[in-house]
């Protein structure tokens, strides 16, 4: 069998804060999943997103530090319609999150906006034109 990807990571430093603002964006996690160390959820064409604590990475990996020089991962969310990437942008704006690059109308033909996460992971939002 040839590998296939099967589980993206992210690594947080607060799980509570990280899980709520990616339920902005529509993924819902199990209850209590707030106060754990390691949560995954699997998504539509069964590919899983696991968070991790910097404390779980640290219990097997003592050495491991943050990435540094810029985001460690970075996601893109494909949206409905270019309205819905401007409403979900809107809506993480308004909930604190910082806006890396305001919506736009790109060349390759899509309506594109660029948010933070809480661990300043760059997350796209995206739609065809």
């Known amino acids: 069998m040839k ?3 099967d589980l993206v990571g992210i690594v947080v430093q607060d799980m ?11 993924l819902a996690f199990p209850d209590g999943a707030e106060t754990e160390g390691h949560v995954e959820v699997t998504l539509e064409g069964g590919l899983r997103v696991a968070w991790d604590s910097a404390e779980v990475i640290r219990s097997f990996d003592p050495e491991w530090q943050p990435p540094t020089g810029g985001p460690a991962i970075g996601l893109a969310f494909l949206c409905g319609s270019p ?26 033909g ?20």
């Not at 709520?20 to 529509?26: A, I, Q, S, T």
């Not at 993480?92 to 919506?103: D, F, L, N, Q």
């Open 3 to 5: 590998p296939r990807l």
């Open 83 to 108: 309205a819905e990437v401007d409403a979900v942008y809107a809506e993480i704006v308004a909930a604190g999150h910082p806006s890396r690059k305001e919506p736009w109308d790109a060349f390759w």
């Open 16 to 26: 509570r804060v990280s899980l709520d603002f990616y339920r902005l964006l529509g």
């Open 110 to 129: 899509q309506r594109y906006a660029q948010v933070l996460d809480p661990d300043h992971n760059v997350i796209d939002l995206f739609a065809p034109l």
